[in-house]
């Protein structure tokens, strides 16, 4: 099977025959919800462009930001929450600046780089557009850099984590989280100072995502790394693995991964009678993660990620503007993605080429961070640790 | 820098571990295969669609814990009473969802003796439809309104679903320096014995004598008598029931679920299927048990990211020496 990661890559997602194959029911399904935010826009277009139409500022009608990320598919959850976060940015926006009211407009990609690609030359070809949000996942990213920075459209992402993406010398590219690189050490130093580990076993999930980042802990552990063992994406059975673990007597366990096996691998553990820690990164920051665990067995797992836990007055908001869903993995970081744009139209720079100017000169305290761009990185690096308890995910504190 | 060591230690060291929770592992892939096997056997006809026949089977297990009421603190005799309703209700289900496949995907195309890829194909299509319709099941129910009732049944189609409870382990007796628990003695014993049954069924019975009739000879069972149709069917109820029951142990065993679980379940089932020679009830089971072991010893041996590659490797050179499988092809043919 080839891999199929979800948070970072999702790349030409291998199901060797199943549906990615046959695109017929994701075709169908990209055409409606792209009909339907064309309509909701046109609606929204005209109101808009009623209303400055009459405050007579210098304010282009029917100026739009877009969003760039999937909406409907297998990765839909993440990026439904950081386009839910730039709606809470976007609703502050207008409501503070109801003389030039912006819009969005959603970009489904589905988290399918190919997809991707193509939405990005609709985005670039509709000059209304100034700003994007995205794109929301790695290998979208990688796949689109390119042509956004020929065009000069300066794109802001919330969770596209691949340290290489700024090594490419796009001046349009900019992220307002940490990247793998960063989780990994934060890992080890957690593992060693918090856990007090002695012996850990690392597990990948052979992805790219999973083993670099399993790679990165192994490095930072040294010698406290007790066994090591890949497994695969997709896998249900984990006995070998379990052999492995219980008879090196580890007392902790590090696995680079996506949520559905870590929840099925921390169970079969469990089962087996493994009593130490369990930790893993942000792949596996997902409710998911606990319903596929169940909760006996996820309590006290420990996930990190470099996305920053909600506070009460986003989530109110959040919930406000986004008819009571609750805000999730990289909601916030979707919040401050949108911000730094719309901050930027908010002071008058309504063209592509000032806005992108606007946010490679950012320096301004975010919601999460405070967020200052270094070719594209943000120089605020932290990770925070979110333990499971009590069936949920508890809210995350920053690994010191 | 791990991955191509061989790791003889641990393998012998852990030997026993590794071939018991194998055979357990192998025992589903057995249950699934004999549904491969028989439809094979009767129709000259891999059914690519048994896979979801076994993931409906699952999702029965899962949904009639969650309706009986299953806790996080259900355990015990309430437990053990809770999934021997599941094991019935998940081989009825996936009994009926594979009645349904003779009906809708294959016997139209019989009827009208379309060539053989034709009815592969639509197993291949049914397959799809089958598994996208349970990982879309959340918009299927809100379409006819009947989400707020269903949600906790319907929600997060397309992750991983698994049961509320932790089932517990009990260590039993030692093989070598194992500890067999109770987990891995059910599946076992269970596994075995439905395919006792199964297996005497079709030997003994009137209606496995029908089985056997149209496998070997089609057209002197029909003159003889034998209503092809009817066996046809029996072949995929006794698929789904055998399916149904291996959903019901895999739920015991790996205690989670999700829409497209099966595709690779079916792979392996397939897989020991052909591995014991197809139209083989008894190379099923061979096979299964075969290659679940063979995978442990493969991940143990070389790291378990080549757990496939091992199987599949056996596999190769199973054929290579024996081009009809273990325990060689036919349903009826030459041993019964």
Known sequence: ?400 | MHALALNFDFLFSNFSQLTVTGLALGAVYAMVALGYTMVYGVLQLINFAHSEVFMYGTFATLWTVYFMGGTAHTSGFALARMFAVAMVVAMVVSALVALLLERVAYRPLLRRNSPQLMALISAIGASFVLSESMGLRDNITRWIGLNDNFSRYVSGARDTRGLPMDIQTHKLFPIGNYQVTNIDLIVICCALLMMLLLDQFVRRSRLGRGIRAVAQDPESAALMGVNSTRVVQLTFLLGGLMAGAAATLYMLRIGATRFDAGFILGVKAFTAAVMGGIGNLRGALVGGLVLGVAENWGSALVGTQWKDVVAFVLLVVILLFRPTGILGESLGKARV
């Open chain 1, 1 to 400: 099977m080839l891999p199929c990661p979800n948070l970072d890559a999702p790349p030409q997602c291998g199901r060797a025959l199943t549906e990615e194959t046959l695109h017929t029911k994701h075709t169908l399904r990209t055409l409606a919800v792209v009909a339907a935010a064309g309509l909701a826009l046109t609606a929204c277009g005209t109101t808009s462009s009623s209303s400055t139409a009459s405050s007579g500022s210098n304010c282009p009608s029917g100026l739009k930001i877009a969003f760039l990320g999937a909406q409907t598919g297998d990765y839909a959850n993440l990026g439904i929450n950081i386009s839910n976060g730039a709606n809470v940015a976007l609703d502050d926006y207008n409501k503070a600046n109801s003389d030039c009211k912006v819009t969005m407009q959603k970009f489904d990609s589905q988290g399918d780089p190919n997809q991707a690609t193509k939405l990005a030359t609709q985005i670039i070809q509709d000059k209304s557009i100034v700003g994007v949000v995205g794109p929301a996942f790695s290998g979208e990213s990688g796949a689109t850099g390119d042509a956004f920075n020929g065009a000069g459209l300066v794109t802001v992402s919330a969770s596209a984590t691949d340290p290489a993406l700024t090594t490419h010398g796009w001046t349009t590219f900019h992220r307002v989280v940490a990247t793998d690189a960063d989780q990994a050490p934060q890992d080890a130093k957690y593992i060693k100072d918090t856990l007090n580990a002695k012996k850990v076993f690392v597990i990948d999930d052979s992805s790219e995502y999973g083993k670099g980042l399993a790679d990165g802990v192994r490095k930072g552990l040294g010698n406290l790394v007790t066994g090591n063992d890949a497994v695969q994406q997709k896998q249900t059975d984990f006995s070998a693995t379990v052999t492995k673990v219980t008879s090196s007597g580890a007392d902790a366990v590090f696995y680079g991964g996506y949520y559905a096996e870590a929840g099925l691998l921390i169970k079969q553990l469990k089962a087996a009678g493994y009593k130490g820690a369990f930790m893993s990164g942000d792949g596996s920051l997902d409710p998911g993660f606990i319903q596929a665990a169940g909760a006996d067995a996820a309590n006290g797992a420990i996930l990190t990620c470099p996305c920053a836990p909600s506070s009460a007055d986003f989530t109110a908001k959040y919930k406000a503007d986004n008819s009571g869903a609750e805000p999730g993995t990289y909601s916030a970081e979707g919040y401050d993605a949108a911000n730094v744009i719309l901050s930027g139209i908010a002071e008058g720079k309504y063209t592509r080429a000032d806005l992108l100017d606007w946010v490679n000169n950012y320096d301004q305290d975010g919601l999460t961070k405070h967020i200052k761009f270094n070719k594209g990185d943000v120089s605020t690096v932290v990770i925070y640790a979110y333990k499971v308890g009590g069936g949920k995910i508890q809210p995350g504190t920053p690994i010191k």
